[in-house]
């Protein structure tokens, strides 16, 4: 898997039902480690839940575990079900620049070993949770955390679903019969950082290897488009779009609900 020619980009230029008036959400901070690496994640769910709820793991920006992160999470609380968002980097390793967010997305990817083995650290966290209906799993990831989920899917991990938002194109070929999960990939018109053509080639290959596979585009929006501070790093290729981010949560919840309902 090759992160770099998309990190290299960033730095050269620089919720399945509707949220219900009065959900309590309840939240807990997960320390655990991966290879030695400490690791701290943030899970949530819904305080009023009487029965376990399927899961949902949620992989941060290059940004690190940070406040965007667990604001999607919470949102998937409040839509009914258990999130995790969980950490890729380290514990603490968190930064608003540009090269450092590439030192971390580096460490965490030159080892595709070492990726899958943070990634399923996580999943093991949220499926061991009292809350979570451990048959019922899936993964969302944003910007390098899009690549982490798309590339657990085409890995064959065991995931329902799979959404990406702004999310980087995995590399390499996609085994047939290897993808168990159901993947909605939504993208930016306007993100130089996730071509078009590369993202139709994705879903050609994910469809050719018999996986069930939709893209939707968001026309004019731009890289980071469900973060409302991704124009704060001083990239024009970053912006907020509030209609993409509202549309593609829509999006999601929706395929969730004809997954898991």
């Known amino acids: 898997m090759r992160l ?7 730095v050269a ?21 991966a290879g030695g690496a400490a690791l701290q994640g943030y899970l949530y769910w819904d305080a009023d839940a009487k029965t376990p709820r399927p899961g949902i793991l949620v992989v941060h920006e290059w940004w690190g575990d940070d406040e965007h992160a667990q604001h999607q999470a919470r949102r ?31 460490e965490a990817t030159k080892d595709p070993a070492v990726m899958m083995a943070r990634f399923n650290a996580g999943l093991e966290q949220l499926k061991r949770d009292p809350h979570v209906d451990s048959a019922h799993i899936a993964a969302i990831g944003y910007c390098f955390g899009g690549m982490v989920v798309l590339s657990m899917a085409k890995s064959g991990a065991p995931l ?6 702004h999310g980087a194109i ?37 469809a050719g290897a018999g996986a069930r596979v939709e893209v939707i585009t968001y026309p004019g929006a731009k890289h980071g488009f469900t973060n409302p501070q991704a124009g704060t790093h001083g990239m024009d290729q970053l912006a907020y779009d509030a209609p993409a981010d509202s549309s593609s949560w829509d999006s999601l919840l929706k395929m969730l609900k004809d997954v898991w309902h």
Request: aromatic letters at 8%.
């Open 4 to 10: 770099m020619p998309f990190v290299a980009a960033l």
């Open 13 to 33: 230029v620089a919720a399945c039902k509707r949220v219900e008036p009065g959900t309590r959400v309840d939240t807990r901070v997960v320390d655990y480690d």
């Open 76 to 106: 998937a609380a409040e839509a009914g079900y258990v999130a995790l968002a969980l950490d890729m980097f380290g514990k603490g390793k968190v930064t608003t620049h540009p090269q450092d967010a590439q030192a971390f997305a580096t």
């Open 160 to 165: 329902d679903a799979v959404g990406s938002f």
């Open 170 to 206: 995995p590399e390499g070929p996609v085994d047939s019969g290897k993808v168990r999960a159901r993947v909605l990939i939504m993208t930016g018109g306007a993100d130089p950082f996730v071509p078009a053509d590369k993202v139709e080639a994705f879903r050609k290959a994910l």
